[in-house]
């Protein structure tokens, strides 16, 4: 009895946290997304579908699949990258892990918007890496690293790949060591004991880390912006520009539904392949 | 003694929060460099808390999201006074508490927006122009239709506002920049898919970056940028289009409901002093409205044709208008050319 009330006490601050911050406001752009908009940033309190309608407009559809290309191709470079990285550090020792994990984790201390205006002056033409390359004679021209896909790109993965690498490196550093060894006195090859031991043990690493990474990606409009010059438009920028510039609310709450359904699909399809909902919030 | 200290501290913490006089300010960012704030504090004691916003919708959501009483002074343009004016915002103005209120030019008064100014005041005029690196690009530009040449591929920089690029390519095409007609419309839309292999970037927080550190050699943006441009790179020209440019005027309004409605008429009062709008003018060079600091300006402002822009030129300049529900129109063609 003492320690349900204990309990209830405990959780109290958490469910009201939740209720006001979460639920609330979900409820309020859920709502919001029925209304008409009277594009001086107010709202006609008609029920409507209108919203939902023209999300499927021909001009709108290229923006989702845009977003999910870029997402896509981020999610497939942090997964190539971290894979041989990540299995590479788990034959070091303890200490030399930690002091890797921790170097993957310090750049989350400068806000990502002042690293992004760094890679500026690292991409851009009389940039510090075109300036090398020129010097050394190996380009004639400087490079365009950024203000197109590259530069999207680039900053894309530079800022999601730890949301990669910690998920990986946990399932990589669970993997029972003896049974890599039996399988390796009992003849298998690498590419055997990667297919049938280490695969099978990170695929719920490898699966939650893509989750962490693509949905993240598919509404970073800061980066595209800023690294691709604002030529593209993703899922962020047009909800951002339906609250600012169209000043039609109810549009922009029904693109946030849509990227909200969107995810949930996404985390129901890594339920079923069977991923654990701990591990997504758990690192 | 214990109870004596408390006391005092209470009475002098209550002291400090309520007798200081405070004045809040939304602006736009990079338009009142920090010293005429500091000297205004300096000058009259009242404490100024000083945000900014970047552009007239991220301010009309600003205020009209926040309590009333949280902004007392605001700058919007145009078009956003009459938006506002209609919603009912802004308190009308009582020009008596305004001693220097004659200095303003009077070109900038009882415009369309707000007749007889009776909520806004003009504080400084903007203009878009075509910046071009002269050493980088050896034809002559001077229409919008020059920016369609397939030379300048990956060359050219716009400011990141669907209003002014749509209204360019209208202005392009020999329509009104306020347009609401559907075909003019589809025309300037298939204009901008033409000059998009020409394009580096949009960009609205620092478009003169491109141009001074050579990364593009064209670049439409807002006069004081151009003219900042010139200053640092003698090699950009400043190119106000045959068709016309967008021309815009930031006002004082002073919001509804304010609980500092004196403080910020001083602050009115205090911009409006000739040698305050000309350290303004100075850091950054827009079109200056006040004529008492036209006498007083310096060569290097009058010179610059991007920031000193002449009369007989303002009367290319058209206003972005309030088109209402329209909007939606414009919204879908900026989706789509990107």
């Known amino acids: ?283 | 003694m214990k109870k004596f200290l408390i006391i005092l501290f209470v009475i002098l913490c209550t002291g400090c929060n309520n007798n200081q006089e405070q004045l809040n300010i939304l602006n736009w960012s990079s338009y009142i460099p920090d010293s005429v704030i500091r000297n205004f504090e300096k000058e009259t004691g009242i404490k100024v808390n000083y945000s900014t916003y970047s552009s007239n919708e991220e301010l009309l959501a600003k205020v009209s999201n926040a309590k009333e009483g949280t902004y007392d002074l605001i700058f919007p343009s145009d078009y956003m006074i009459e938006i506002m004016k209609n919603r009912g915002l802004l308190e009308k103005l009582d020009k008596s508490k305004l001693t220097n209120i004659n200095n303003l030019n009077s070109n900038y008064l009882n415009l369309d927006y707000d007749l007889n100014n009776e909520y806004s005041l003009p504080f400084i005029a903007a203009s878009t122009v075509i910046s071009v690196n002269k050493e980088k690009i050896k034809d002559e530009i001077v229409s919008y239709n020059d920016l369609l040449n397939s030379d300048y591929k990956d060359e050219i920089v716009l400011i990141d506002d669907q209003r002014i690029i749509i209204g360019m390519a209208l202005l392009a095409n020999g329509f009104d920049m306020n347009s609401t007609n559907k075909d003019e419309l589809e025309i300037a839309e298939d204009w901008l898919l033409k000059l998009k292999p020409n394009l580096k970037a949009y960009d609205s927080d620092s478009p003169k970056n491109f141009l001074i550190f050579e990364e593009a050699s064209i670049a439409v943006l807002w006069n004081a940028e151009g003219a900042i441009a010139k200053e640092e790179n003698d090699n950009i020209e400043n190119i106000f289009p045959k068709e016309g440019f967008a021309l815009s005027i930031d006002n004082f309004a002073i919001l509804k409901n304010s609980n500092n409605q004196d403080e910020a008429y001083k602050f009115i009062d205090y911009i409006l002093r000739p040698e305050i709008m000309k350290e303004i003018i100075n850091s950054y060079p827009y079109k200056n409205v006040n004529k008492e600091t036209d006498k007083m300006l310096d060569d290097n402002y009058l010179n610059n044709d991007a920031a000193n822009i002449s009369d007989e030129t303002l009367k290319n300049g058209i206003f972005v208008k309030n088109i209402g529900e329209n909007i939606k129109l414009y919204d879908r063609i900026w989706a789509n050319i990107k």
Not at chain 1, 221 to 240: A, P, S, W
Request: net charge positive; glycine share 6%.
């Open chain 1, 1 to 283: 009895m003492k320690n349900k009330t204990l309990r209830f006490i405990f959780l109290t601050p958490v469910i009201i946290y939740t209720f006001c911050l979460i639920v609330l406001p979900l409820l309020y752009i859920l709502t919001i997304s029925f209304f008409k908009s009277d594009f001086y940033g107010g709202m006609i309190y008609d029920f409507t579908l209108e919203n939902y309608k023209e999300l499927f407009n021909f001009v709108y559809l290229r923006i989702f699949v845009n977003s999910i290309l870029i997402a896509l191709v981020t999610t497939l470079i942090c997964i190539l990258i971290s894979y041989p990285f990540v299995l590479a550090i788990s034959h070091k020792s303890k200490k030399i892990q930690q002091i890797i994990m921790t170097l993957v984790m310090v750049p989350f201390l400068t806000n990502s918007l002042i690293r992004m205006y760094g890679w500026i002056v690292l991409l851009r033409k009389s940039g510090a890496i075109n300036e090398l390359l020129l010097n050394f004679n190996i380009i004639d021209n400087p490079l365009s690293l950024m203000y197109n896909n590259i530069g999207i790109i680039i900053g894309m993965v530079y800022t999601f790949i730890p949301f990669m690498i910690l998920p990986l490196y946990n399932s990589v550093s669970n993997i029972d060591k003896y049974t890599l060894e039996a399988a390796s006195d009992l003849g298998a090859s690498k590419i055997k004991r990667f297919l049938n031991i280490i695969l099978p043990q990170t695929l719920s690493g490898l699966f939650n880390g893509a989750i962490m990474v693509f949905t993240p990606a598919l509404g970073c409009f800061f980066i595209i912006d800023i690294l691709g010059g604002g030529k593209v438009m993703i899922l962020g920028n047009l909800i951002k520009n339906q609250f600012l510039t169209a000043r039609n609310w109810p549009f922009g709450a029904a693109i946030s539904v849509f990227l909200i359904l969107l995810t949930t699909i996404l985390i129901l399809i890594y339920k079923k392949i069977g991923g654990k909902m701990d591990d997504l919030g758990g690192i």
